[in-house]
C-alpha cells in the first residue's frame, strides 16, 4: 500500500540557507554583521553547555558586548517551562527584541533556539503554541549551527518540547520554526562521546528507515531517506565512524534525514521510545536505540543491520530497563506508547491497536 503521505503540509519548506565545510564557522561574523543594524543591536546565542569550557570555539564566536549568551543545559530535555523562562530572562534585560538568535550544539540547543525565536516575537507561553501552524508570525532571524549529527532538528519545522504539567511532549510545527540559516561544520562534532555519537547519529538511519517501511508514502520522503541511509551506511559500517570524511558524511545525513522526516512519518520505534522518555526520562537517540533491541519482528533486515553497526563500532546500547516491573509502570508505558496513532497507523495500519494490545506492548518493553 503506497499511499500519498497527508502530513498536513500542502507545501514543504525548507531552510533558507545553508553553509557547509570545514572552517564554516569562521561565516558566523559576516553573517552577523549583516543584520546587526546599530551598534546596539544585540544577538542572543544560545550555547551547548559543553561548550562552556571549551574555549577554542568558544573564542571564536563573535559575541560583542550587547549580546546575551546562555548556555544550554542539556541534562534534561526541553520544557515549556524552560523555554518560558529563558524568553522572559531575555525579555526582561533587553528593551528590544534581538536582530538574530544562534543555536549551537545538539537537538537540545537548536530546538531550544528556534522555540524562543518564535516566542520572542508572538507573545504567550510555550505550551501556547504546541501543535500545528498555531505560530502566527516569524520569529526572529535564527542561525542554526549543529555540534552533533543525526536528529535533524536543523531542518525540520518543529522543536520538540515537554509540557511537564499535562505530560504532552509535542512542538511548536510551524514553518515559522525552520531555521533561516545553517552552518554545517564538521569540526564541530569531533568532541562528541562515541557512544553518544552513535545514538544520535541512529537516529537519522531510524526515521529513514520507519519513513520507508511505512505506508505512508511520499516520493521525496522516500529520496531523502534513501540517501540518508546510503550514507549512514557509508559511516557505521566502516571501521572508524569518526573520522573527519565520515563525520562530514554524517552532518550531510543528519540534515537530509530531517528533511526527510518533514515529508513523512516514523514507526513503531519513536512511539515506544517515547514511553521510555515519559516513564523513564530516557533521552530520545538512547532511547531509540534501546527499542531496536525489541524490534527483530518488526524491523527484520534493519535489526541486523543495526546490530552489526553497534558491533562494528563497539558501542554500548543499554538493555533491560523495563524488565519485571509491576502493572502500574507497565500500564504507563503502554498509554504513552499507542498514543502515538499516525506512526503506528503508518506502520501497522488502522488496527494497530489490534496489534499492540496490552499484553503485546508488556511482551516488547521486557525485551527493551
Ligand atoms: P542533545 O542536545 O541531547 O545532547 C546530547 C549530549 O551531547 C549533551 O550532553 C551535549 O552537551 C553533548 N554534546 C553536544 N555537542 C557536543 C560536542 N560537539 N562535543 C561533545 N559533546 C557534545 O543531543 P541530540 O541527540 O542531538 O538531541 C536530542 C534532542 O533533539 C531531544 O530533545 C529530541 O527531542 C530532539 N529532537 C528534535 C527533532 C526536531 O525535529 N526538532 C528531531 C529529533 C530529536
Ligand atoms: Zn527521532
Not at 497527508?6 to 554583521?33: C, E, H, P, W
Not at 565520515?246 to 512519518?265: P, Q, T
Not at 496489534?355 to 503485546?360: E, H, V
Amino acid at each position: 500500500m503506497n499511499k500519498t503521505l497527508d502530513t498536513g503540509i500542502k507545501n514543504s519548506r525548507n531552510v533558507l540557507r545553508y553553509a557547509f565545510g570545514t572552517g564554516t564557522l569562521q561565516m558566523l561574523q559576516d553573517l552577523l554583521n549583516d543584520k546587526r543594524e546599530s551598534n546596539t543591536s544585540s544577538v542572543v546565542f544560545f550555547i551547548d553547555e559543553f561548550f562552556k569550557h571549551n574555549d577554542s570555539v568558544i573564542e571564536r564566536l563573535p559575541v560583542s558586548s550587547s549580546d546575551i549568551v546562555i548556555y544550554t543545559n542539556t541534562k534534561n530535555e526541553p520544557t515549556t517551562d524552560y523555554i518560558n523562562e529563558l524568553t522572559n530572562t531575555i525579555k526582561s534585560s533587553k528593551g528590544n527584541n534581538p536582530c538574530a538568535v544562534v543555536g549551537m550544539g545538539g537537538g537540545i540547543t537548536l530546538d531550544t533556539a528556534k522555540a524562543v525565536a518564535n516566542l520572542l516575537t508572538n507573545g504567550g507561553k510555550a505550551e501556547d503554541y504546541q501543535g500545528w501552524d498555531l505560530v502566527k508570525k516569524p520569529g526572529i532571524y535564527k542561525i542554526g549551527i549543529p555540534t552533533l549529527s543525526g536528529t535533524g532538528a536543523e531542518a525540520t519545522r518543529t522543536c520538540v518540547m515537554t509540557n511537564k504539567n499535562t505530560g504532552l511532549k509535542l512542538g511548536m510545527n510551524s514553518d515559522h520554526t525552520v531555521y533561516d540559516q545553517l552552518i554545517l561544520d564538521p569540526e564541530l562534532t569531533k568532541t562528541v562521546p562515541r557512544n553518544q555519537y552513535f545514538y544520535t547519529g541512529m537516529d537519522a538511519y531510524i526515521h529513514c528507515m520507519e519513513s520507508l517501511q511505512g505506508n505512508y508514502r511520499n516520493a521525496i520522503g522516500d529520496a531523502f531517506s534513501h540517501q540518508t541511509l546510503a550514507l549512514c551506511r557509508e559511516v557505521f559500517l566502516s571501521d572508524d565512524m569518526m573520522t573527519d570524511e565520515n563525520r562530514s558524511k554524517l552532518m550531510v545525513a543528519s540534515y537530509l534525514g530531517g528533511c526527510a522526516i518533514a515529508n513523512s512519518y516514523v514507526g513503531i520505534v519513536h512511539p515506544f521510545s517515547a514511553g521510555l522518555s515519559v516513564v523513564f526520562n530516557e533521552h530520545h537517540c538512547v532511547a531509540n536505540c534501546m527499542v531496536m533491541n525489541a524490534m527483530e519482528e518488526f524491523y527484520p533486515e534493519y535489526y541486523d543491520e543495526f546490530w552489526m553497526m553497534v558491533e562494528k563500532q563497539g558501542v554500548k546500547i543499554p538493555s533491560g530497563i523495563a524488565k519485571g516491573l509491576n502493572e502500574t509502570l507497565y500500564d504507563e508505558l503502554y498509554n504513552s506508547t499507542v498514543i502515538h496513532e499516525k506512526p503506528l497507523i503508518n506502520a501497522l495500519g488502522e488496527n494497530y491497536k489490534k496489534i499492540l494490545s496490552r499484553d503485546k506492548v508488556r511482551e516488547i518493553f521486557e525485551k527493551i
